[in-house]
């Protein structure tokens, strides 16, 4: 069993106290001392389960939000919309390749007029220089 299943399902002691009169006399049997009804002990005692149910109240409306979240994150996940955004990737990616080999033909071609260009200006300025 793991730590969060531990954590989930038991008491760190195994003490569950339902009531202040238990909690009164579970204090009388692990101290000895009794605790009177009127106590500052026992407010106390009730503004921690005051403060733990409204605890658990937001953990509960966190809880059922962060589901929703996940339920339409994950709703788009079906083996459609995954066929779909693969069939666009490789659409793209052929798209992509398609304008590398334009723009390899085109660099190609410029290098041969560019070729051209040079031996060109390198006959007429060897003309010029021999006249």
């Known amino acids: 069993m793991n730590d969060l299943t531990n954590q989930e399902t038991e008491t760190p002691d195994g003490v569950s106290i339902a009531s202040l009169d238990e909690l009164r006399a579970y204090l009388h049997s692990q101290t000895g001392v009794s605790v009177g009804e009127d106590d500052p002990l026992l407010?106390?005692?009730t503004i921690n389960q005051i403060h733990l149910?409204?605890?658990d109240r937001i953990l509960k409306r966190h809880n059922a939000a962060l589901t929703e979240a996940l339920?339409?994150?994950v709703k788009g996940l079906t083996a459609d919309a995954i066929?779909?955004?693969l069939q666009e990737q490789v659409r793209l990616a052929d798209r992509t390749h398609q304008e590398f080999?334009?723009?390899y033909k085109?660099?190609?071609l410029l290098?041969?007029?560019n070729i051209i260009c040079f031996a060109t200006c390198v006959l007429v300025f060897?003309?010029?220089?021999?006249?």
């Open 71 to 73: 339920g339409v994150a």
């Open 101 to 103: 080999e334009r723009q």
């Open 83 to 85: 066929s779909q955004n």
């Open 111 to 113: 290098s041969v007029v």
């Open 53 to 55: 149910s409204e605890i």
């Open 106 to 108: 085109r660099a190609r």
């Open 43 to 45: 407010l106390q005692h």
């Open 126 to 131: 060897s003309y010029l220089i021999i006249k």
